[in-house]
């Protein structure tokens, strides 16, 4: 994965939702982000972490016959 950068205007330094909510890893979905948004950015606290948890309707069933 690569770090997506976005860009905070100092005069409004709050960030309400995630920039690009379509860059989500395959196979997985959304489950949470920290600090909880939406939140203030400031010089100390400029990080937003986004956790991700693997899509159970993406996992496929098989079966290994042995001969």
């Given at each position: 994965?690569?770090?997506?950068?976005?860009?905070v205007?100092?005069?409004?330094?709050?960030?309400?939702?995630?920039?690009?909510?379509?860059?989500?890893?395959?196979?997985?979905?959304?489950?949470?982000?920290?600090?909880?948004?939406?939140?203030?950015?400031?010089?100390?606290?400029?990080?937003?972490?986004?956790?991700?948890?693997?899509?159970?309707?993406?996992?496929?069933?098989?079966?290994?016959?042995?001969?």
């Amino acid at each position: 994965d690569t770090l997506k950068d976005q860009s905070v205007l100092v005069a409004k330094p709050e960030v309400k939702a995630v920039a690009d909510s379509s860059n989500v890893p395959a196979g997985y979905t959304r489950i949470t982000t920290a600090p909880k948004l939406p939140t203030t950015i400031t010089a100390s606290n400029n990080v937003i972490k986004v956790y991700y948890k693997a899509d159970e309707s993406q996992k496929l069933d098989y079966r290994v016959e042995y001969y």
